[in-house]
Structure formats: C-alpha cells, structure tokens
C-alpha cells in the first residue's frame, strides 16, 4: 500500500527553527517528527510512503532514507521546483502511481502526529463509497483549522478553511488526514499550485461527488506553532505518539530524555519534562525544568533553564538565566546574561 506524506510547506509558525530546519525534520523527543509517521505506517502495513517535499529539500533527501530504514518503510522523494501547496504537491506525487494502481491511498499533512487507525478509516472509506475521506478531530478551538459539517450518515456537507468566528458551528475539523483513490489526481490542476483544502477538496463537493469523515477520537497534534511543538516534545516523551524513548526518572520529579554523547556534569538539577539532544553538554550546578535543548548545544556552568526551547548548535555562557526563552539555533548567550518572558 502506498502513501503519501505533503511535507512541501516553510513552517512560518514554528520559526525560528524551521529557518534552518524543515519542520517534519525537527527532533521531536529526540527523532525526526517524520518518523513518527512513518512508524506509523508501518504499524498499519504501508510499505511505499512517497514524500512530497520543497522547502530545503536537500535536507530530506539526507534525513528521510535514514528514519524510514528505521521504522522498516520504503520512501520516495517527490520534488517540487515551485511551492505548489497542499493540493498541487499531491497532483506532484501522481508519476509514482500507475495505471494497475486502483486501491485507495493515505495521505498526511507533514505536520501531523497521531495514532490514527488507519485499517479502520480505509475501511470505512470503502464501506461508504466515497470518493474521498477525510480523518477529522475535535478541537476547543476549531478557527484555525478546516471546520467540517456533516450529515447524519457521515458525509460531509460543507467545508470551512480557517474559519472567521461567525462560521463556527462545530467543534470538528479536518486533521490532515484522507483517503482518497487515484482518481483524485484528475481533480487537481496540473502545472500550478493549489490547496486541497480552499480548492480541490471544495470543488469535489461542487460537483457532488462523495466525501465521508471519519471522527477519531485518540491521540492528534497538529505540530503548527512553537507552542505546539513544545507540546509534541513533551506528549513523546510521555508516549503518547506511537514511540518509545528511554526516559531517565531523577531525583525529584524529574524525567529527562537524553540524546547521544550527552554530557552532563557534577550538580546538575533536572526538574520536571527535560529532553536534550544529541552531542550536547551542560555544565556543573545547572538546573534544567520543561525545557528542550536540540543538538550540539553547550550550557556552560551555573545556568538556569525554565520552561524553554534552545535550539542546535547554540552556546549559553555561565551564569546565565533562562526563563520561557526561545532561541533560535546558532544563538550565543554571553555570561551573567538574563531573558525572563511570562
């Protein structure tokens, strides 16, 4: 079965680490957040993932065959030469399927962790006929994501793209899975970009064509923010996402996550969710508490980290004080340096 993972997009959101890194290629909890997806895959029996990509796409064509040999899946590359978006990066991928392909495929916006069952919703896609299925969860607050409207045999009736707050009437919304089968390729416009979900998706429903949602009710992030990618760090580590990590229980109610040829010295304080990266090193009598420090990172002696993200490759001096601070990589914090945020 194949699948396909739309991962062409900038990630503005989640800068400043997606200036240097393609956001599913940031470490979450230690790993590309793309093999998540790929372990994924795997679990449900995909054995041909292909992987829409633009955005520095040299960093994937070095990280993507490494993680899916990891989680024991072939990938493929799928170009672009222009950002094409959602829409246009799947029209992009329609080479790698033939004319003996007939069997629905998965597709995932590169963003996206979850624990989807993925037999159940291709299943249920064929059980209702449609011509498309879309994965959809229930969110608080739905004005950032596609608001979908259904009927009461699941078929979906109208679909809202970043919804103003006089259109919310439903707490569902598109989670940036579906199902479609290779017929879908015909629906997108060739040589341009466009968006599945302000274009392709819309235009189907125009011409009546069946679309069913399949409600999933387990664990979904949307890794779209800086705050949200905190927060995938941090469910990861408590296993929520689908992967096991080997999480070090410290004095107190410390939990650390620890990369490869990690140093920490004599002193160190671990409070709370800490997860450091690999080739990092922290130095005597710091205290570290829910904060993320990415690879080749130095914290020099006697620092403080609360509640913040330091980014690859970064060099904060002595003495330094870091409170809900985010710093992009490469940032050298001098000593005695303060950066307090509420």
């Not at 699948?3 to 062409?8: F, K, P, Y």
């Not at 003996?100 to 996206?112: I, L």
């Not at 949307?222 to 905190?230: A, F, I, K, P, S």
Request: proline share 4%.
């Amino acid at each position: 079965m194949k699948a396909i993972l739309l991962s062409g997009g900038e990630g503005t959101r989640v800068r400043p680490f997606t200036a240097s890194v393609p956001k599913p290629l940031l470490p979450v909890a230690n790993v590309p957040l793309i093999s998540y997806q790929f372990s994924l895959l795997k679990k449900y029996g995909f054995d041909e993932v292909i992987v829409g990509v633009g955005y520095k796409a040299d960093s994937f064509r070095k990280a993507v065959g490494p993680a899916a040999k990891r989680a024991g899946v072939k990938a493929e590359i799928s170009p672009e030469r222009k950002p094409l978006g959602t829409g246009g990066g799947l029209g992009n991928a329609r080479g790698f399927f033939g004319k003996k392909d007939k069997e629905p495929f998965v597709v995932f916006n590169g963003d996206v962790i979850s624990d989807f069952n993925l037999e159940k919703i291709l299943s249920f896609h064929k059980e209702k006929g449609a011509f498309a299925t879309i994965g959809l969860v229930k969110v608080n607050d739905p004005s950032s994501y596609g608001l979908v409207m259904m009927d009461s045999g699941a078929e979906i009736k109208k679909f809202i793209e970043k919804p103003g707050q006089q259109d919310i009437v439903t707490d569902t919304v598109n989670a940036g899975v579906y199902v479609f089968s290779p017929e879908i390729f015909g629906e997108i416009p060739e040589g341009r970009p466009s968006s599945l979900e302000r274009e392709v998706i819309p235009s189907i429903l125009d011409k009546g064509m069946k679309i069913a949602g399949s409600v999933h009710y387990g664990y979904w992030i949307d890794v779209g923010t800086v705050e949200l990618y905190r927060k995938a760090n941090f469910d990861a580590l408590e296993g929520k996402a689908g992967l096991s990590h080997d999480v070090k229980e410290t004095e107190g109610d410390g939990r650390l996550l620890s990369g490869r040829n990690t140093v920490l010295k004599e002193g160190v304080k671990i409070k709370g969710r800490v997860i450091i990266g690999d080739n990092c090193f922290v130095g005597r009598d710091c205290m570290l508490e829910e904060s993320i420090v990415l690879n080749n990172t130095v914290i020099r002696d006697r620092c403080a980290v609360s509640g913040s993200i330091i980014g690859t490759g970064v060099l904060v001096d002595s003495d330094c004080t870091l409170n809900n601070a985010v710093l992009a990589d490469g940032s050298l914090i001098r000593s005695f340096t303060k950066i307090i945020s509420k």
